[in-house]
C-alpha cells in the first residue's frame, strides 16, 4: 500500500491547486458579492458617494475623542469628530477601485463596502446567540459518533481506567479553548487561528494555522460522508451494502452535496438544523447512559461492574506509555468545539460569546463523555467477548452493538436500538456540516487577507454566506473522498487517522500565538498572566508533546494503521505519519508559494522609506512604520522629513489604496515626486496639486494600457492616495499645512499639554480631480509636539476612530517625555499587536532659531543700496567670525541685489541665517525667477548667476503671495571658532 500514500498526498497538492480555478465553474449559481476584490465601486462612489442598499459598517460615533481633547482660542482646530472626517475618508480610500467602473456592475454596485478587518467582511452578522453557538461547538465534534469509534480504542489500552483518560483528555482542550476566548476578544476574525497566528508570527506561520484547519477539515469529511453513508443503509435496513464500496461513495457524496448546500442558504438554517440534530443526539446519548446505568444497580446483566472510584484514578492506568497513548486517542474526541468560534462574525457580540460558547461546548463535552463512557463500562464490563468494550471486534463501533443489550429486544427496545443506529448517523451528518462552516469561513477570512485568490472572498447576496469557498470546499472534500476510496480504503482509513497531526499542529500554535500576541501586557493583572499566558502555553505545550509522540512514535510504527512505506534514509514508516506530516509540509510549499509577494513587498518598502532620520535644526524627530501582518496588509504607508531652503522642513505622511507589490511600488514613486516638488519650495496646497495630476495622469496611462475595460485588479493604486504635507519655519515659527483625503495631525502646544487637531479643509484623494486643496497656516511656539500619522495608527486598537485618537491624545499629553519613547508609547497602546493595515507615526518637537542667528535688512530698489547691502553683510559676517566667507558672500549679495534692483521693483530684502550653513537670501517683488546659463563670449550679461552658483554649496528660487526670493547656501568653514559659535 507504500504506492496509494504518494498518490493521496498528490491527491491534496492537486485540489490545493485547482481550487484556485474551480470557482470559475460557479458562475452559474446566484449572484455573489466581491469582498476583497481589488476592483470595488468607481472613483466617484470612492469619493462622496455611496451606493444604495444595507451597509453592515458601523459609523464612528461623533464628539470629542478624549476629554483633554480641547481647543484654544485663535487657533483652527476642528469644529467636528476628527474621527468622523477620517473614517469617512477611510472607507472611501477601502473602496478605491480604478479610472473606470469594473466590468461587472454586479460587483462595483455591492451593496456592502467590506474589508479584510473582523466583523468587515459582510457576513451576517448578530445570526447567532449564545445557545446556537454552544449547539455548533459541541455538534461539531460528533459526540455520538466518536464516542461510538474510539471508546473501544481506549479501553482496549487503559482497561477500566477509560473515565480518567477522558476527563485527563478534556484539560488540553480546555487551555486551548481560553487561547480561544482571548484571541477572540481582542481580534473576532473568522479566520482563527490563521488570522491569530498572522499576528503573532507573521503571514508564513498563520498561513501554515490556516492550512493546517483546511486539511483537518477535508481529511475528516471524507470520514464523515462514509460513516453517514453506512448508517444510513443500516438505519434502511440495507445492510449488505455497507460493504459496497461504491454504494457507500455514492451515500457519502450525497450527504456531502446536501450538508453543502444547507451551509450555502444561511448560517440561521444551518445553526436551526444543528439544534435538532443535537437535541436528539444528546436525547438518545442521555437515555442509553441512563437505561444502562438503571440496569446495572437493578437488573445485575452478565458482564455488568458497579461504578468505581479506581476508575477515576489515573495511577491505576497500567503504564504511561497506556496513559499518553489513551489520552492520545481521547483528546481528538473533543476537536471540533472551535467551529464556535470560527462563526464569530456571524455571532451577537462576537468578542465574548464565541469563547464563551467555546469553554461551555468543552465542559458540555467533558460531561457526556465521561457519563456515556462510565455507563457503558458498567454495563458492558471492559471484556474482550461478546458485548465487552474490549472486544476488537467491536472496537470500531461499540455503541451499536450495545443497542440491543441496553434497550433489550421487546417493546420500545428494537426502536430505541434503531435510534441509536440513527444517532450515529445524525452525529456524522451534523459533524458534517459543521466541518463545512469553519472551513469556508477560514479560507474566505485567508481570501480576504489575499492569503489566498481573491476569488473565494465572495459573499451571497441574500444569504450573506461566503459562496466560492463553501462550494470549492465542498468539491475539494468530494474529489479526496472518491479519489482516495478508488484507490484505497486503507490508505483512506490511514488518512483519517492522520487528521490528529494536523488537529494538535494547528491547536497548538494558537496556544503558543495567545502568549506571544499578548506578552506585553501578561504581567498586567494575575487575571491577564494565567488566561492569557500560562493556560495557553501549557495548551501549547500539551499539543505539541501529542504531536511529536503521536508523528514519531505512535503513527510512525510500521505496524500502526493500514499501510507503511519505505522512506529514504529512514525506513518503513508507518502510513498515518507519512500522511499527515506530508499533508503538513505540502503546506510549506505553497506557503514559500503564496506568501512570497508579502515578504517582496516589505522589503521593497522598507528599502523606500528613509533608515535613519538626520536631525534637523528646525525640529527634533522620532518616526515608527508597523507593517500589516498579514499577506494584504503590506502596502504603501509612507512618510518623509525633507529639508527646505531656509532652514524649514517638509514632513509628510501618506497612504496608499491597495496592498502588496503594486502599492509598495506606487508609495516609491509618490514618496519621490513629493521630494523633487517640495525642492521647488512650492506651498503645500500647489505640491498637492501637482502630485494630483501626476497620480491622475499615471491611473489614465494604466487604463489605456488595459483597454477600455480599466484596470486590472489590484492595479488601481495610483487613485485614492491620501497625503499630509506640512512645512514648518524655525525662524518665524510657521507651520502650513494641506492634505489630500482624510488624513489629520495632532499638535500638543508645549504649555498646555492638550492634544488639538488642527482643521484642514478637505481636499479630494491624489488621482480624482476635483475640488482645490487649500493651505493652512498657524504659529507654533518652541516645544510645540507635531504627530503626523496614518489611519492604521488609531484603528488598531479599536474599531472606534474616537476612540483610538483619544488613546493617542494620552499618549502625546506626556509631550514632555523624549520622542523615541513617546513613539514606543504610541505603538505599544495604539498597535498593541500586528493589525490588518500598515501604521505610521512621526513625530516632531519644534525648535526656533535664535535672534543673533538672522540678521534681516530692508532697502529700496536704488543702485546705491547695493554697496550699502555689502557693508552689512560683510559687519554681520565680522561679528559670527565668518571672516573667510566674506568674499564670496560678498559677492553673492552683490549679484542677488544687482538684479533684484534691475528686474523688479519695490523693496528688497537681504536676511543672512547662520547655521548649519550660512544661507544669504535676498527678496523682491518680482516673479520672475533667473535661469543659469553659459555666457556667449560677447553677452554683456548672464555671467554673474553662473559665478555665484559655482562658490555656493546650492541655490534655488522660492516664490512668496509678493514675490519671490533667491537663497543661497555656503557651506561652513571648519574652525574652531565657528565650531564655538555654533
Given at each position: 500500500m507504500?504506492?496509494g500514500?504518494?498518490?493521496a498526498?498528490?491527491v491534496l497538492a492537486?485540489l490545493?491547486v485547482?481550487s484556485t ?11 455573489t458579492?466581491a469582498v476583497a476584490?481589488?476592483?470595488g465601486?468607481s472613483?466617484?462612489q470612492r469619493y462622496g ?9 458601523q459609523?464612528a460615533?461623533?464628539g470629542?475623542a478624549d476629554?483633554?481633547?480641547g481647543r484654544?482660542a485663535?487657533?483652527p482646530w476642528?469644529a ?9 475618508g477611510?472607507q472611501?480610500r477601502?473602496l478605491?477601485?480604478g479610472v473606470?467602473l469594473?466590468r461587472r456592475?454586479?460587483a462595483s454596485?455591492?451593496?456592502?463596502a467590506?474589508?479584510?478587518?473582523a ?8 445570526a447567532?446567540?449564545?445557545c446556537?453557538s454552544?449547539?455548533?461547538?459541541v455538534?461539531s465534534?460528533?459526540?455520538?459518533y466518536s ?6 480504542l481506549?479501553?482496549a ?6 473515565p480518567?483518560?477522558a476527563?485527563l483528555a ?11 476566548k ?6 473576532a476574525?473568522c479566520?482563527?487561528?490563521?488570522t491569530?497566528?498572522?499576528?503573532a508570527?507573521g503571514p508564513?506561520?498563520?498561513w501554515?494555522g ?5 486539511v483537518a477539515?477535508i481529511?475528516?469529511?471524507a470520514?464523515l ?10 438505519l434502511?435496513?440495507y445492510d ?11 451515500a ?7 450538508m453543502?448546500?444547507i451551509?450555502?442558504i444561511?448560517i440561521?438554517i ?5 439544534r ?5 443526539e444528546?436525547?438518545v446519548l ?18 455488568a461492574?458497579?461504578?468505581?472510584a479506581?476508575?477515576f484514578?489515573?495511577l491505576?492506568?497500567?503504564?504511561v506509555?497506556a496513559l ?8 481528538f474526541?473533543?476537536?471540533g468545539w472551535d ?31 465521561v457519563?456515556?463512557t462510565?455507563s457503558?463500562q ?7 467477548t461478546g ?5 476488537r471486534?467491536?472496537a470500531g463501533?461499540?455503541?451499536s452493538g ?6 433489550g429486544?421487546y417493546?420500545?427496545?428494537p ?13 456524522a451528518v451534523a459533524?458534517t456540516?459543521?466541518?463545512i462552516?469553519?472551513?469556508?469561513r477560514t479560507v ?9 485568490p481573491?476569488?473565494?472572498?465572495r ?8 459562496t466560492?469557498s463553501?462550494?470549492s ?11 482516495l ?5 486503507n490508505v483512506l482509513?490511514d488518512s483519517?487517522e ?6 494538535a499542529?494547528?491547536?497548538g500554535l494558537t496556544?503558543?500565538?495567545c502568549?506571544?500576541?499578548?506578552r506585553s501586557?501578561l504581567t498586567r493583572s494575575?487575571r491577564d498572566?494565567?488566561?492569557?499566558g ?21 503513527y510512525a510504527?510500521?505496524?500502526y494503521g493500514?499501510t507503511?512505506i519505505?522512506?529514504p534514509?529512514i525506513?518503513r ?5 507519512v500522511m499527515?506530516?506530508?499533508a503538513?509540509?505540502l ?8 506568501t512570497r509577494?508579502?515578504?517582496?513587498a516589505l522589503?521593497l518598502?522598507r528599502?523606500?522609506?528613509p533608515?535613519r532620520l538626520?536631525q534637523?535644526?528646525?525640529?527634533e524627530m522620532?518616526s515608527?512604520?508597523v ?5 494584504s496588509?503590506?502596502?504603501g504607508?509612507?512618510?518623509?522629513v525633507?529639508p527646505?531652503?531656509?532652514?524649514r522642513?517638509?514632513?509628510v505622511v ?5 496592498y502588496?507589490?503594486?502599492a ?6 509618490l514618496r519621490?515626486?513629493v521630494?523633487?516638488?517640495a525642492?521647488?519650495?512650492?506651498a ?6 501637482r ?8 491611473a ?5 494600457v488595459h483597454?477600455a475595460g480599466?484596470a486590472?485588479p ?8 491620501t ?5 514648518y519655519d524655525?525662524?518665524?515659527g510657521q507651520?502650513s499645512?494641506?492634505?489630500?483625503g482624510h ?5 500638543v502646544l508645549?504649555?498646555?499639554g492638550v492634544?488639538?487637531y488642527p482643521?484642514l479643509?478637505a481636499g479630494?484623494?491624489l488621482?480624482?480631480g476635483g475640488l482645490p486643496?487649500?493651505?493652512t497656516e498657524f504659529?507654533?511656539p ?5 504627530a503626523l500619522f ?5 484603528q488598531?486598537?479599536?474599531d472606534d476612530?474616537d476612540?483610538g485618537l ?6 502625546l499629553a506626556?509631550?514632555?517625555?523624549s520622542?523615541?519613547?513617546?513613539c ?5 497602546t495604539l498597535v498593541?499587536g500586528?493589525?490588518?493595515d500598515?501604521?505610521?507615526?512621526l513625530l516632531?518637537?519644534t525648535?526656533m532659531?535664535d535672534?543673533h ?6 532697502l ?6 547695493v554697496?550699502?547691502?555689502?557693508a ?5 559676517l565680522g561679528?559670527w567670525?565668518?571672516d573667510?566667507?566674506s568674499?564670496t558672500?560678498?559677492l553673492i ?6 538684479n533684484a534692483i534691475?528686474?523688479a521693483?519695490g523693496?528688497i530684502?537681504?536676511r543672512l ?5 550660512l ?6 517683488t518680482g ?6 546659463r553659459?555666457?556667449?563670449a560677447?553677452d554683456?550679461?548672464?555671467r554673474?548667476?553662473?559665478i555665484?552658483?559655482?562658490?555656493a554649496?546650492?541655490?534655488?528660487t ?8 533667491i537663497w ?12 564655538e559659535?555654533l
Open positions: 507504500g504506492t500514500i504518494p498518490f498526498l498528490t492537486v490545493a485547482l480555478h474551480l470557482p470559475s465553474a460557479l458562475r452559474a449559481f446566484p449572484p458579492l476584490d481589488d476592483r465601486p472613483a466617484h458617494r455611496r451606493p444604495v442598499g444595507r451597509d453592515t459598517r459609523s460615533p461623533t470629542p476629554s483633554r481633547v484654544p485663535g487657533f476642528q467636528s469628530s476628527p474621527a468622523a472626517k477620517m473614517v469617512g477611510r472611501k477601502r478605491a477601485s473606470k469594473s456592475p454586479a454596485d455591492a451593496p456592502l467590506l474589508g479584510p478587518g466583523g468587515r467582511k459582510g457576513l451576517k452578522s448578530g447567532l446567540g449564545l446556537s454552544v449547539v455548533i461547538g455538534a465534534t460528533a459526540p455520538a464516542i461510538a469509534a474510539t471508546l473501544g481506549i479501553v489500552g487503559v482497561g477500566l481506567q477509560a480518567i483518560i476527563i478534556f484539560i488540553p482542550m480546555l487551555l486551548i479553548a481560553y487561547a480561544y482571548e484571541l477572540n476578544a481582542s481580534n476574525d479566520g482563527t487561528t490563521f491569530w497566528a498572522t499576528r508570527f508564513r506561520t498563520g501554515m490556516g492550512w493546517g484547519i483546511i477539515d481529511i475528516v469529511m470520514n460522508a462514509e460513516i453517514a453513508g453506512i448508517y444510513g443503509f443500516r434502511l435496513g449488505s451494502l455497507t460493504d459496497n464500496r461504491v454504494w457507500v461513495t455514492i457519502g457524496v450525497v450527504w456531502i452535496i446536501v453543502t448546500a451551509c450555502y444561511g440561521e444551518s445553526a436551526a438544523v444543528q435538532w440534530l443535537l437535541f436528539f444528546v436525547a442521555v437515555l442509553f447512559a441512563v437505561t444502562a446505568l438503571v440496569k446495572v444497580y437493578t437488573g445485575n446483566p452478565e458482564m461492574i458497579h461504578v468505581s479506581s476508575w484514578n489515573p491505576h492506568v497500567p503504564s506509555e499518553t497513548t489513551g489520552i492520545l486517542a481521547a483528546v474526541i473533543y476537536w467551529t464556535a468560534v470560527t462563526v464569530n462574525e456571524e455571532t451577537a457580540d462576537s468578542t465574548r460569546i464565541p469563547g464563551r460558547a467555546a469553554i461551555i461546548s468543552v465542559v458540555l463535552l467533558l460531561i457526556l463523555y457519563l456515556v462510565t457503558a458498567a454495563f458492558a464490563g471492559v471484556g474482550s458485548i465487552g468494550l474490549g472486544n471486534d467491536n463501533d461499540v455503541l450495545l443497542g440491543n443489550a441496553v434497550f429486544s417493546g420500545l427496545g426502536l430505541f436500538a434503531k435510534l441509536l443506529i440513527l444517532m450515529v448517523l445524525t452525529s459533524s456540516q459543521t466541518t462552516l469553519p472551513m469556508a474566505f477570512s485567508m481570501a480576504a487577507h489575499k492569503a489566498v481573491s476569488r473565494f472572498a459573499l451571497h447576496r441574500r444569504f450573506l454566506t461566503p466560492w463553501t462550494i470546499l465542498g468539491l475539494a472534500s468530494i474529489g479526496f473522498y472518491v479519489l476510496t478508488a484507490v484505497s480504503r482509513a483519517v492522520s487528521v490528529g497531526l494536523a488537529i499542529f494547528y491547536y496556544g503558543f500565538a502568549v506571544w500576541y499578548f501586557v494575575p498572566f494565567l488566561c492569557k500560562l493556560l495557553p502555553g501549557l495548551g501549547g505545550l500539551m499539543m505539541l508533546f501529542l504531536f511529536c509522540y503521536a508523528a514519531f512514535d505512535v510504527d510500521r505496524g493500514e507503511s519505505d522512506l534514509f525506513g514508516t508507518g502510513g498515518v505519519t499527515g506530516l506530508g503538513l509540509l503546506g510549506v510549499v505553497l506557503m514559500l508559494i503564496v509577494e508579502h515578504t517582496a522589503r518598502q528599502s523606500m522609506l533608515h538626520p534637523r535644526t528646525a525640529v522620532a515608527r512604520y507593517p500589516a501582518d498579514s499577506r496588509g503590506v502596502g504607508d509612507w512618510f518623509d525633507i527646505l531652503s531656509g532652514t522642513v517638509g514632513l501618506g497612504e496608499v489604496t491597495g502588496g507589490l503594486l509598495a511600488a506606487t508609495m516609491g514613486r519621490t515626486g521630494r523633487v516638488l525642492r521647488l519650495d512650492l503645500p496646497d500647489e505640491l498637492l496639486s502630485l494630483d495630476d501626476l497620480a491622475g495622469q499615471t489614465e496611462e494604466r487604463a489605456a483597454g480599466g486590472r489590484g492595479e488601481d493604486a495610483a487613485l485614492g492616495l497625503c499630509l504635507y506640512a512645512v524655525p525662524v518665524s507651520c499645512m494641506a492634505r489630500a488624513s489629520l495631525a495632532a499638535v508645549p504649555g498646555s492634544t488639538t482643521e479643509p479630494p484623494p488621482g480624482l486643496y487649500e493651505t504659529q507654533l518652541q516645544g510645540s509636539l507635531i496614518t489611519d492604521g495608527l488609531v488598531a486598537a479599536a476612530l476612540v483619544g488613546l493617542l491624545a494620552e499618549t506626556q509631550h514632555r517625555r520622542l523615541e519613547e513617546l514606543d508609547r504610541a505603538v505599544a498593541p500586528p493589525a490588518n500598515d501604521a505610521v507615526l516632531v518637537r525648535r532659531l535672534e542667528q538672522v540678521a534681516v535688512w530692508e529700496t530698489a536704488e543702485p546705491a543700496m554697496g550699502k547691502a555689502r552689512m553683510t560683510m559687519g554681520q561679528a567670525g565668518l573667510e566667507l568674499f558672500t560678498e549679495v552683490s549679484e542677488l541685489v544687482t534691475r528686474y521693483a523693496p530684502h537681504v541665517i547662520r547655521d548649519q550653513t544661507i544669504c537670501e535676498v527678496a523682491d516673479h520672475t525667477s533667473p535661469h543659469l553659459h555666457a556667449a560677447d554683456e550679461s548672464g554673474g548667476l553662473f555665484v552658483a559655482q562658490i554649496q546650492q541655490w534655488g522660492r516664490y512668496t503671495p509678493t514675490g519671490k526670493t543661497v547656501e555656503q557651506a561652513l568653514p571648519e574652525s574652531p571658532a565657528v565650531d559659535a
